[in-house]
């Protein structure tokens, strides 16, 4: 759970960062698609913490707040996967 955790809190800081501009979100997105299905050739497992790190990206890229909410919402996760 600590790998799930620590991906989802990057994932979630990569989309946050990247959401004001829509080329460097695709790139997240895809650089997310193919750590995902390297991840699921290692096992189902790794591939559904690949699957939710992708999913983090989608999400956080919606939010094109600036580096303070980035954190913000990074941290949150963290302290949340902590619990």
Not at 25 to 31: P, T
Not at 69 to 82: C, E, H, K, P, Q
């Amino acid at each position: 759970m600590g790998t799930l955790t620590f991906g989802i809190a990057l994932a979630t800081l990569a989309g946050s960062i990247g959401a004001e501009s829509t080329g460097l979100v695709v790139l997240l997105l895809v650089f997310a698609a193919i750590n995902y299905a390297l991840l699921f050739d290692v096992s189902p497992p790794a591939g559904w913490i690949g699957q939710q790190c992708a999913v983090f990206v989608i999400v956080a890229s919606f939010f094109p707040d600036g580096l303070h909410y980035a954190v913000g919402r990074t941290s949150m996760v963290l302290v949340g996967g902590i619990l």
